[in-house]
Antibody
Framework: QVTLKESGPGILQPSQTLSLTCSFS??????????VGWIRQSSGKGLEWLANIWWNDDKYYNPSLKNRLTISKDTSNNQAFLKITNMDTADTATYYC????????????WGQGVMVTVSS | DTVLTQSPALAVSPGERVSISCRASEGVNSYMHWYQQKPGQQPKLLIY???NLASGVPARFSGSGSGTDFTLTIDPVEADDTATYFCQQSWNDWTFGGGTKLELK
């Protein structure tokens, strides 16, 4: 059974760096073809793909946010991470992590999401 | 960026057939996927690679299209289908459409 769960600070101030953790079970990011991605959704708005990290440590970023994003993983603890620098009120959103697999290129399992508010 | 355009909202009566469209700004082959999101929940995969039904999804849902024009069809629509539907492409980076909110009359 595949599950994912996001965790984060809840609230932070403008210009700070956001650190998010995705803890998952039911698969391993050291297994060939596995991928974890991050997606966010502002209140009442659409979904925005942020980044993917693959089993072989390949990383892909949304070009419009690339200079602010860093994705990483800890395979021994079944976790993936996302850092976003220089947070702004416009980054207030629910952040999801989700699983994908090589050759599928879609997200088949999603976490419940974690709300992040940027406010002074 | 490959931009995906969806109609913002649709309203249909239970038992009817509804088609939700997604148009890509450039060709995405068949790498188009559809998700359903109900209020307060995470998205759920419905259709992958344009026309393949995800595991556990009712056969009332179907997908079609290739290149730049894709359609998610629900037939017949049930009350539980009230949700927002998103398309996502994975041919040129990964992007999502703005979503179509389906309401039942």
């Amino acid at each position: 059974q595949v599950t994912l769960k996001e965790s984060g600070p809840g609230i932070l101030q403008p210009s700070q760096t956001l650190s998010l953790t995705c803890s998952f079970s039911g698969f391993s990011l050291s297994t060939y073809g596995m991928c974890v991605g991050w997606i966010r959704q502002s209140s009442g708005k659409g979904l925005e793909w942020l980044a993917n990290i693959w089993w072989n440590d390949d990383k892909y970023y949304n070009p419009s946010l690339k200079n602010r994003l860093t994705i990483s993983k800890d395979t021994s603890n079944n976790q993936a991470f996302l850092k976003i620098t220089n947070m702004d009120t416009a980054d207030t959103a629910t952040y999801y992590c989700a699983r994908s697999t090589l050759g599928s290129d879609y997200f088949d399992y999603w976490g419940q999401g974690v709300m992040v508010t940027v406010s002074s | 960026d490959t931009v995906l355009t969806q109609s913002p909202a649709l309203a249909v009566s239970p038992g009817e057939r509804v088609s939700i469209s997604c148009r890509a700004s450039e060709g995405v082959n068949s790498y188009m996927h559809w998700y359903q999101q109900k209020p307060g929940q995470q998205p759920k995969l419905l259709i992958y690679k344009a026309s393949n039904l995800a595991s556990g999804v009712p056969a009332r849902f179907s997908g079609s299209g290739s290149g730049t024009d894709f359609t998610l069809t629900i037939d017949p629509v049930e009350a539980d289908d009230t949700a927002t539907y998103f398309c996502q492409q994975s041919w040129n980076d990964w992007t999502f459409g703005g979503g179509t909110k389906l309401e039942l009359k």
